[in-house]
């Protein structure tokens, strides 16, 4: 073979392996390429990752202030244990006059009785009744009434048991740590005169007739 034609026959030796070079370049590429995208995927829907994600993003948003220490309410919406304050601040301006003895809000669908206790010095309310004669719906479901009631006790609060009063009454008997730390003195006191009662222990009264319940009443102690 002469010279010319082994040239020519190298350079097309080297075309055909720059060609398969090249092919498998851009076949890796693509390999890789498309693991990237799998694998972007797979942690898209890894629920590990995309809770991490979404606890970053919210541990850097502020928490707006809304005038209320969550430390100082007592209940998830204003109730029994929280004071007259945190109460007006959730529920409005007190619609009685000062020397009512019985505050109303809410257009007389929610009443509150207050009393500065010994101990701890703060105005707190010790009596909540819910009036659901003054709405629109003057009668509720047991399971409506208590889900009512849920809102206005100590968050805390542990159901000891339940009992009926009488033919128009029933009662359910819990007991809260965060209450009888807000009414301390009040409890001090009830305990001397009663050894029986524990401390932090509250009832909530079912009012009912023939069409259902139409008021709950929420009191200290267990004395229906």
């Given at each position: 073979?002469?010279?010319?034609?082994?040239?020519?026959?190298?350079?097309?030796?080297?075309?055909?392996?720059?060609?398969?070079?090249?092919?498998?370049?851009?076949?890796?590429?693509?390999?890789?390429?498309?693991?990237?995208?799998?694998?972007?995927?797979?942690?898209?829907?890894?629920?590990?990752?995309?809770?991490?994600?979404?606890?970053?993003?919210?541990?850097?948003?502020?928490?707006?202030?809304?005038?209320?220490?969550?430390?100082?309410?007592?209940?998830?919406?204003?109730?029994?244990?929280?004071?007259?304050?945190?109460?007006?601040?959730?529920?409005?301006?007190?619609?009685?006059?000062?020397?009512?003895?019985?505050?109303?809000?809410?257009?007389?669908?929610?009443?509150?009785?207050?009393?500065?206790?010994?101990?701890?010095?703060?105005?707190?309310?010790?009596?909540?009744?819910?009036?659901?004669?003054?709405?629109?719906?003057?009668?509720?479901?047991?399971?409506?009434?208590?889900?009512?009631?849920?809102?206005?006790?100590?968050?805390?609060?542990v159901k000891v048991k339940e009992y009926?009063?009488?033919?128009?009454?029933d009662a359910i008997q819990y007991k809260?740590?965060?209450?009888?730390?807000?009414?301390?003195?009040?409890?001090?006191?009830?305990?001397?005169?009663?050894?029986?009662?524990?401390?932090?222990?509250?009832i909530v009264i079912l009012k009912h007739?023939?069409?259902?319940?139409?008021?709950?009443?929420?009191?200290?102690?267990?004395?229906?």
């Amino acid at each position: 073979m002469g010279i010319h034609n082994k040239r020519l026959l190298l350079m097309a030796g080297c075309m055909v392996l720059s060609v398969t070079l090249t092919g498998c370049g851009e076949s890796n590429k693509e390999n890789n390429e498309g693991q990237n995208a799998i694998e972007a995927i797979n942690t898209a829907n890894d629920p590990i990752a995309t809770d991490e994600a979404v606890t970053s993003s919210k541990a850097n948003k502020p928490v707006k202030n809304q005038g209320i220490s969550i430390d100082s309410l007592v209940t998830k919406a204003g109730g029994l244990g929280d004071t007259k304050e945190i109460i007006e601040q959730i529920r409005g301006a007190d619609e009685n006059g000062q020397d009512a003895g019985i505050s109303s809000y809410q257009n007389n669908s929610f009443l509150a009785i207050y009393a500065e206790d010994d101990v701890t010095k703060k105005n707190t309310a010790f009596n909540i009744t819910l009036s659901f004669e003054a709405t629109d719906t003057p009668r509720r479901s047991v399971k409506e009434a208590i889900r009512e009631a849920s809102s206005v006790i100590p968050s805390d609060a542990v159901k000891v048991k339940e009992y009926k009063v009488d033919e128009e009454r029933d009662a359910i008997q819990y007991k809260s740590k965060l209450l009888s730390e807000r009414l301390k003195g009040w409890y001090d006191l009830n305990g001397q005169n009663n050894p029986e009662s524990m401390p932090g222990t509250f009832i909530v009264i079912l009012k009912h007739d023939k069409e259902g319940i139409f008021s709950v009443v929420v009191n200290v102690g267990n004395n229906p």
